[in-house]
């Protein structure tokens, strides 16, 4: 009797062990072709970094928050600008939350069932369009931009007319 | 609108201050330097060896401050958010129109979080999330934030909003999302790194910014001189954003 229950468990691991291989095989790689044409490597070694990216991005966070310390090593704009691409071949825009979840973060955590909050606030993906010279057309002509006065730049108001159709369609 | 009127009254009553500014200032306020702002290294942690504060000379503001609100929707990307009815919109800064009912003497000036050395919203925070960084700057803990907006109800300067809707694409240096609270930061992103609150940069002529601990500084030489009257300071809240002209 015990023999034979053993046999079956033994029958049962077998099956388990096919069946986790099996899995194994299809488990998705994560998205990592935008980072690997700008960088050999992650900011930590790379095992390091899927186990232990989350505790990476809490402790910085409140470092920079509360105690204003602004080191890019850690730093999740760092991370979206290296590992996320703005937009796909097809010109259209990268987001965590698409459907075909090939934005860096997404493409693992959809797998592993991780659901973040992170970005209902941080930007998921690198800004494409930034003129930190143009100012708004209401700003009297009497002020100067420490910079210089530079015309609005046609791009800079296509980037805000566009942030405002997509989140029309929302 | 007769709340808004009678904040306004309230302001005004509280205003009352001496019309400095304007013309004694020339001499002070020029333009925007770089030295007010030292760049801190990136990997040390600010400290409350400095306050930072802003001076704002209402009379030299020409547009009342239109420019500078205008640059600070465009630096952390509010105003604009697409669900919101025009009453709810995010508003980190806005202008203010101020009327003397006797003689009709109006002036208009910006108002934003006024960064109080007791701040009232930092006081009600059940979370902690409202909070006052060691160099005098009062902002949001986003992170810990629960969207309770007791903060709202206890600033005096109603300074601060809250977010409704889901928002895409904010600005990378200027997180902002639904259900949680949110008010001028004195660009904390662009101070640590030894640049000029966004608002200060638009209106150069008529805005100081630096360090009111350090007697030297540029602010601290003009207070010295001209003043630097607070909004509400029968509130004894010791606020770091300053007006002259008021």
């Known amino acids: 009797m015990p023999l034979l229950s ?28 935008p980072a690997k044409a700008k960088a050999a490597q992650c900011v930590e070694p790379t095992a390091d970094m899927r186990k232990n990216h989350m505790v990476y991005l809490d402790v910085h966070r409140d470092k920079t928050v509360i105690e204003g310390i602004r080191t890019n090593k850690h730093s999740l704009n760092e991370c979206i600008n290296c590992h996320v691409v703005p937009t796909r071949e097809d010109g259209s825009a990268v987001h965590y939350t698409d459907e075909k979840k090939d934005h860096f973060c ?25 003129n930190i010279n ?18 609005p730049d046609m791009n800079d108001l296509l980037w805000l007319s566009q942030s405002q159709t997509q989140g029309a369609t929302q | 609108m007769s709340q808004i009127n009678a904040y306004r009254r309230k302001f ?17 306020l020029r333009t925007v330097q770089a030295g007010d702002v030292p760049a801190k290294p990136a990997d040390q942690p600010v400290s409350n060896q400095v306050r930072w504060g802003m001076l704002i000379d209402v009379n030299r503001l020409t547009d009342g401050g239109a420019s500078m609100v205008e640059a600070c929707k465009r630096e952390h990307g509010w105003g ?54 060691a160099d005098g700057i009062v902002q949001v803990n986003k992170h810990i934030c629960i969207g309770c907006r007791y903060c709202m109800m206890a600033c005096p300067y109603k300074a601060r909003s809250f977010v409704h809707e889901s928002l895409t694409d904010q600005r ?36 100081i910014f630096g360090d009111l601990n350090d007697p030297n500084s540029r602010i601290s030489q003009a207070m010295k001189a001209l003043g630097g009257s607070q909004i509400r300071a029968d509130l004894s809240l010791n606020t770091g954003v300053r007006y002259l002209g008021l």
């Open chain 1, 6 to 33: 053993h046999i079956k468990s033994l029958l049962g691991l077998v099956l388990l062990a096919t069946l986790l291989v099996g899995c194994d095989a299809g488990v998705p790689e994560p998205n990592l072709a």
């Open chain 1, 106 to 130: 997404a493409s693992c955590h959809t797998y592993v069932g991780v659901k973040l909050d992170c970005f209902q606030c941080h930007a998921d993906r690198p800004q494409i369009v930034e």
């Open chain 1, 134 to 151: 143009y100012q708004h057309k209401l700003s009297s002509n009497t002020y100067h931009l420490s910079a210089q006065s530079v015309q």
């Open chain 2, 12 to 28: 005004m009553a509280t205003l009352g201050g001496v019309a400095v500014g304007g013309l004694a200032s020339s001499v002070i």
């Open chain 2, 80 to 133: 604009n958010d697409p669900k919101a009815r025009p009453e709810q919109q995010a508003q980190w800064m806005r202008t203010v129109k101020v009327t003397d009912k006797l003689t009709k003497y109006s002036f208009t000036l910006p108002v934003m979080c006024q960064h109080c050395e007791e701040p009232p919203c930092v006081d009600v925070c059940p979370t902690g999330a409202s909070m006052k960084r």
């Open chain 2, 172 to 207: 990378p240096h200027s997180p902002r999302g639904i259900g949680t609270v949110e008010s001028c930061n004195l660009c904390v992103h662009r101070v640590d790194q030894g640049q000029l609150p966004a608002c200060v940069e638009a209106a150069p002529n008529a805005v």
